[in-house]
């Protein structure tokens, strides 16, 4: 499985960006995807993630109200709007998929990662 991440940019402080990963191989394995983060000399840190049936999310609590996650599966593709972005924002964004419906928080539990797109928020 191939996961490439798109989307992220350079954006002020309370900009929106759209983030977009697509899924490439063997996608009809793929069940739950998230998005999670990664800021200089830090852990990756949970973001968002859903399953592939009955569209279950869950969010950590950095970004929570402020990000959107949602997916198209018939394109394979997962997305994740944020709104209202800080500084603090500022991060590698990583897509990542698991071959289970569960939706897990920890990177541990996730089989495969894309590249990362890099997202800063800066005035």
């Known amino acids: 499985v191939q996961l490439v991440e798109s989307g992220g940019g350079l954006v002020q402080p309370g900009g929106s960006l759209r983030l977009s990963c697509v899924a490439s191989?063997?996608?009809?394995?793929?069940?739950?995807m998230g998005w999670f983060r990664q800021a200089p000399g830090k852990e990756r840190e949970f973001v968002a993630a859903?399953?592939?049936?009955?569209?279950?999310?869950a969010y950590g609590d950095s970004m929570k109200g402020r990000v959107t996650i949602s997916r198209d599966n018939a394109k394979n593709t997962l997305f994740l709007q944020m709104n209202a972005l800080r500084p603090e924002d500022t991060a590698v964004y990583y897509c990542?998929?698991?071959?289970?419906?569960?939706?897990?928080?920890?990177?541990?539990?996730?089989?495969?990662w894309g590249q990362g797109t890099q997202v800063t928020v800066s005035s």
């Open positions: 990542a998929d698991r071959t289970s419906n569960t939706v897990e928080r920890s990177p541990s539990m996730y089989d495969f």
């Open positions: 191989g063997r996608a009809f394995s793929i069940l739950a």
């Open positions: 859903m399953s592939r049936f009955a569209g279950i999310t």
